[in-house]
């Protein structure tokens, strides 16, 4: 146990928002709908990671809590956005977010 | 006389049936019935007019129809025949009678044959109305399809750019006068409540009007200077002249320019009760008189010559009008429609006969080719300048001049400018007789007249001589019975005096006789002094001045139509809807930049959230 505290909360708050960023940064420039997915993914993991560092931080369960919500509702989003990419790609037989922009102005 | 309605119903007609059948017609049938509208309602006329003189009857009236009621309102249109509309009437039915002979002829070359008789037809029918209308819109009306019909014909040979635009300006040169008419029509209307010209005139003859009839005088001038082509709205007919001879004829002398001189006769109430209004119809006049006369003087194109006479004639009418001489302005109409129908007429002859030559200086020695018009323009050019005692304008042209001299509203200054104008005329039509018809021939003749050419401009010639014997002055007898005829219906004339006429009628003669004399010294003989005064310098450029008008034309164009166009092209936008259009514009702009954002990519719009939520954020940390 005290050889896993040896890392501190600051650096895993770090990570965490290292991570957020590489996501973000993943989801503006990408243009292959799988890569933004991933990425979104990387986003709400670096969101547990959060809530994990905070909930050993201050030796709360809801932390925990928070991050089991958040591997059910990644997992949705995943199986919702797959399936969206899936019907994109059979429909317009591509899956670059740019050329699908039907919806423009 | 209850065939009246057939005098102007029967032109109104024949237009009618041209107008829808004209092209399928062969052209003798267009021709035909061109002149049998007309010449069945001059017979008309003649039926009337010995009728209604055998009745002793003051007036005639004979209702029509009505054509708006509404509410109180009723409009009922109706023929008025007294005197004055008679003696019009008469005129107009029978010149145009002939000139419509005279081009079946003249004009059998022209490809839209049919069209010429339908606007001609029309042309009449609309002065007929104008004259035997009973009510000031019935009046109007006629007025206003005068003044398209000179449209129309001016412009008849549309195809050159030029006549269309001479056509356009005296269409709009007289639409000022129009406007100026209407609204001294909506003030009598207004102020009288009726559309009746006779009870019309019966209010506005109250003392208490005196204001309105001022107005209202002022006011119908402006319409008469228009349509009568007086100084200073007379600058569209020289131009006028773009036109077809025998269409020339017609506007000066049968319809159209002598339109306002029946206004104001037939509105002589309104003057009566407004003498300032007469003094200015006066002015007007014999200002218009001389001052076409100076520019007759150097015009080059004879038809020129013709127009800038007519203004000058028509001059001498209003200033009769203006000096209280009722009738002698209607004696010097109906003198002046038959000789200066001739004179065109005439003209017609040599311009057609030297293939459209119109530039005196580029003719001269057709009295051995062209016997026939040579005679009749030498009897129509004597009776313009009142040759004494043989020629109708002598009669006429005298009452006035005697009139605006001796009466109790002339003066001497008035008197003095139409006897200027007399000797002026002399000379301007005597030198247009000489440079055509005497010297040297200068090209060959290529059209002779036929029958009905020479027939027409022959019974103009009679009436020329013989229109005047029916107002003789008191030296010469005093026979005047058309005098008696026209006082019934205009009222009496101002007085003028019996002592001193005699006297007066020689000095005018002699100065006629002068003037003759003085244009054969100058235009035959060019004595060594002319020529040196010819050589002057100045005489060019004065020379240049009287050609030009007298450079209205030049002024009009600086100071009407130049800034006009300046105005329109700033306009040319709407200055008004800029309000508008800007309105419009930026809620356009703003849609384009909103609809920009609109990229339909998601990863611009996740940039989008992330901004907003840094904003957010930057917001909330600095509260």
């Known amino acids: 146990m005290n050889e896993m505290a040896t890392v501190s909360t600051p650096t895993i708050l770090g990570i965490s928002l290292a991570l957020f960023l590489i996501g973000l940064l993943g989801v503006m420039v990408r243009r292959d709908l799988l890569f933004v997915l991933m990425s ?32 059910v509702a990644a997992a949705a989003e995943v199986g919702v956005g797959l399936s969206l990419v899936l019907r994109l790609y059979h429909r317009l037989d591509t899956v670059d977010g740019d050329e699908i922009s039907l919806m423009r102005g | 006389m209850q065939l009246l309605w057939l005098a102007p119903a029967l032109p109104l007609l024949g237009a009618l049936v041209l107008a829808l059948t004209g092209g399928l017609m062969p052209r003798r049938a267009a021709a035909a019935v061109g002149c049998a509208s007309v010449g069945l309602a001059c017979l008309t006329t003649l039926g009337v007019a010995a009728g209604y003189l055998g009745s002793h009857q003051s007036a005639f009236r004979q209702p029509l129809f009505e054509w708006i009621s509404v509410g109180r309102l009723s409009i009922s249109m109706g023929l008025y025949l007294d005197q004055l509309s008679m003696v019009m009437m008469a005129v107009i039915t029978f010149v145009a009678f002939l000139i419509h002979l005279y081009s079946a002829e003249f004009m059998a070359r022209e490809a839209d044959y049919s069209r010429f008789f339908c606007y001609m037809n029309l042309f009449v029918g609309s002065m007929l109305a104008l004259v035997l209308g009973d009510s000031l819109l019935s009046f109007y009306l006629g007025w206003e399809g005068v003044g398209l019909c000179s449209y129309l014909l001016i412009g008849f040979w549309y195809r050159d750019r030029r006549n269309g635009m001479a056509a356009q300006k005296a269409f709009i040169v007289t639409r000022i006068g129009d406007t100026s008419l209407a609204i001294g029509l909506f003030l009598l209307f207004w102020r009288t409540g009726t559309l009746d010209i006779q009870r019309v005139m019966q209010v506005v003859s109250a003392p208490e009007m005196q204001a309105i009839a001022l107005a209202a005088g002022l006011l119908l001038l402006g319409g008469a200077v228009g349509k009568s082509a007086q100084i200073p709205l007379h600058t569209w007919l020289p131009d006028a002249m773009a036109g077809p001879t025998p269409v020339s ?94 004179l065109f007429l005439s003209a017609g002859i040599v311009v057609q006969a030297l293939d459209e030559e119109r530039d005196i200086h580029r003719m001269g020695g057709l009295f051995r080719t062209l016997p026939w018009a040579s005679w009749t323009f030498l009897i129509g050019a004597a009776s313009l300048s009142a040759l004494p005692l043989v020629t109708a304008g002598f009669y006429s042209k005298d009452a ?116 003759i004399g003085a244009a054969f010294a100058l235009f035959t003989q060019a004595p060594a002094w002319a020529r040196r005064v010819a050589a002057m310098p100045g005489f060019g450029a004065l020379r240049q001045f009287l050609l030009s008008g007298m450079g209205f034309d030049w002024l009009y164009e600086r100071v009407v139509v130049q800034p006009y166009v300046v105005v329109a092209r700033l306009n040319r936008e709407d200055v008004v809807d800029v309000l508008y259009s800007t309105l419009a514009f930026l809620a356009w702009a703003s849609n384009r930049v909103l609809s920009a954002t609109e990229s339909g990519r998601v990863r611009h719009y996740a940039t989008g ?14 509260r």
Not at chain 2, 465 to 488: C, D, E, Q, Y
Not at chain 2, 609 to 622: D, E, K, R, S
């Open chain 1, 40 to 71: 979104l993914e990387i986003m709400l993991n670096a969101a547990a990671l959060a809530f994990i560092a905070a909930a050993a931080k201050w030796r709360q369960p809801d932390g925990q809590v928070m991050v089991l919500l958040i591997l």
């Open chain 2, 249 to 342: 004829a017609l506007i000066h002398a049968a319809t159209m320019v002598t339109a306002g001189v029946y206004l104001i006769a037939r509105t002589n109430a309104i003057y009566r009760a407004a003498p300032a209004a007469m003094l200015v119809v006066a002015i007007v006049g014999a200002s218009s008189a001389l001052y076409a006369a100076l520019s007759a003087l150097a015009q080059r194109d004879i038809k020129r010559v013709l127009a800038y006479s007519t203004m000058s004639q028509i001059g001498y009418m209003l200033l009769a009008l203006g000096v209280g001489a009722w009738s002698a302005a209607i004696f010097h109409f109906m003198t002046h429609a038959f000789f200066k129908a001739l």
């Open chain 2, 400 to 515: 006035i001049i005697w009139a605006s001299w001796s009466s109790s509203r002339g003066s001497a200054v008035l008197g003095l400018a139409a006897m200027a104008a007399s000797l002026l005329t002399a000379i301007y039509i005597f030198r247009v007789f000489i440079l055509v018809f005497l010297g040297k021939q200068q090209r060959e003749v290529e059209r002779r007249p036929g029958v009905l050419m020479k027939a027409a401009v022959a019974a103009l010639s009679l009436l020329s001589i013989a229109g005047g014997f029916v107002w003789m002055p008191h030296v010469l007898g005093g026979f005047s019975p058309l005098r008696g005829l026209l006082t019934l219906a205009l009222g009496p004339s101002s007085e003028t005096p019996v002592r001193g006429e005699a006297g007066f009628l020689a000095l005018s003669a002699v100065e006629t006789l002068v003037g």
């Open chain 2, 609 to 622: 959230l992330l901004l907003g939520a840094v904003l957010v954020t930057i917001v909330l940390l600095l």
